[in-house]
């Protein structure tokens, strides 16, 4: 744990001290020519025990730090002699998150979660908090078209397992109701943008590749794709506010035990989703709501109900 701690503390210096080196790449931060699209891509804690966040979530920002919190609702099964759903589980996750180029096409993304998670029994409520697992992702512009349209972008990053992972959990409907998995995992994504006048496209995808934890348990891998559209509503000269709307969907993998394929693990879900981003000067706020229109997680022992993220950031 120390030895995570100082890792942690070492990407957070190395974030800080890269504003005052001339070496790094530091673009102007113009609110004029840029659509603000944060992209709130999220890995769901009610399935795949994530840290509630994964992806390019910050990619067309140069530079920043900020607050994001991003909650989840879930129906499960409660009882197994009933087919009803009746046990609410709420996951919240409050992160420090930041973005900062090393390079013209070169970025480092970070994030550091703090869980604070809750589920409805008929033996009462069960409640669990603490800090989840953290992310580090370097991203690279692969393409950037000369009129700007166009813009491609890969990434690959590391979960780092801080987030305490409890045994007696994964004895539940939902097994990932915890603070991180206990594994180190791994993602690959890609990220394509087109952009012209008032509008914005954003296609998302990644892979997450999740590994056997110390308790031998292992959760499944989990595919991500959104497909976002933003319109900017209105601007001055120092602020702009622009509406967004679009679809994402998320696919898991069966869960494993000592290499064993845990049943009822699997599954999918797709969401539509509404938002709003606002920016003014080097502030930035936004928020979207999520609302399932397929939903068929653990074999239909999960259901998920919706979802809302809120944020605020500050260029740097």
């Excluded at 070496?23 to 840029?34: A, G, M, R």
């Excluded at 993304?109 to 009462?124: D, S, V």
């Excluded at 603070?179 to 990644?206: E, V």
Aim: with cysteine; glycine share 10%; charged share 20%.
């Amino acid at each position: 744990m120390k030895k995570l701690i100082l890792i942690l503390l070492s990407i957070f210096n190395i974030s800080i001290s890269a504003i005052e080196k001339d070496s790094l790449y530091i673009p102007k931060y113009d609110t004029h020519n840029l659509l603000q699209t944060q992209e709130f891509f999220c890995d769901a804690c009610g399935c795949g025990a994530g840290n509630g966040s994964s992806g390019f979530e910050s990619l067309l920002n140069p530079q920043f730090i900020g607050i994001k919190y991003f909650a989840q609702h879930y129906k499960a099964k409660e009882n197994l002699f009933t087919n009803e759903l009746t046990q609410d589980q709420y996951f919240n996750t409050i992160q420090i998150w930041g973005k900062i180029p090393i390079t013209e096409k070169l970025s480092v993304y970070g994030n550091l979660p703090f869980q604070f998670h809750e589920k409805k029994t008929l033996q009462g409520d069960i409640r669990i908090s603490g800090i989840g697992d953290a992310i580090l992702m370097g991203i690279y512009q692969i393409l950037n078209s000369k009129n700007t349209f166009h813009q491609l972008n890969g990434g690959f990053g590391v979960k780092i397992a801080i987030g305490k992972f409890d045994e007696r959990g994964i004895s539940g409907v939902n097994p990932s109701f915890q603070l991180g998995t206990g594994s180190w995992d791994y993602q690959l994504a890609l990220n394509y943008k087109f952009q012209k006048n008032l509008f914005a496209l954003l296609i998302n995808t990644d892979y997450n590749i999740k590994t056997e934890n110390k308790k031998h348990y292992q959760f499944g891998n989990q595919w991500n794709y959104a497909l976002t559209s933003f319109q900017r509503i209105w601007r001055n000269d120092n602020s702009i506010i622009s509406g967004k709307l679009g679809l994402q969907g998320e696919v898991y993998d069966w869960n494993k035990q000592f290499g064993e394929v845990m049943p009822r693990t699997a599954g999918s879900a797709l969401y539509g989703k509404i938002g709003f981003e606002a920016s003014y000067k080097k502030w930035s706020i936004g928020s979207e709501v999520m609302l399932p229109a397929y939903t068929n997680l653990a074999s239909g022992d999960i259901e998920a109900k919706s979802r809302f993220g809120l944020f605020v950031n500050f260029g740097i």
